[in-house]
Nanobody, 115 residues
Framework: QVQLVESGGGLVQPGGSLRLSCAAS????????MGWYRQAPGKQRELVAA???????SYKDSVKGRFTISRDTAKNTVYLQMNSLKPEDTAVYYC?????????WGQGTQVTVSS
């Protein structure tokens, strides 16, 4: 079993930055992908950024150039550096660790971008 604990959310002004962290406790074989998703009120959950087991990253078009996903395999932690934040980035952000035979989600952390 794997538990994911997110941190780093909060209130920030437009143009500001936040860094989200997702630490995994426990171990599970054959990880495929670590990702960050978000869900705004009244909207579906969407993929923001992901990194696969080979280290290849992918991003939602609207965050390219502003967000960076990274991982620390020694700490079993994935990060999302968010710069130049916009009000439309406001959402609950969830991390996900997808394995070959299982799938785990964090509890979510609120990010609010507002002046």
């Amino acid at each position: 079993q794997v538990q994911l604990v997110e941190s780093g959310g909060g209130l920030v002004q437009p143009g500001g930055s936040l860094r989200l962290s997702c630490a995994a406790s426990g171990s599970f074989p054959n990880i495929l992908l670590m990702g960050w998703y978000r869900q705004a009120p009244g909207k579906q959950r969407e993929l923001v950024a992901a990194v696969n087991s080979g280290g290849t990253t992918s991003y939602k078009d609207s965050v390219k150039g502003r967000f960076t996903i990274s991982r620390d395999t020694a700490k079993n932690t994935v990060y999302l550096q968010m710069n130049s934040l916009k009000p439309e980035d406001t959402a609950v952000y969830y991390c996900r660790y997808r394995y070959l035979t299982d799938d785990f989600w964090g509890q979510g952390t609120q990010v609010t971008v507002s002046s």
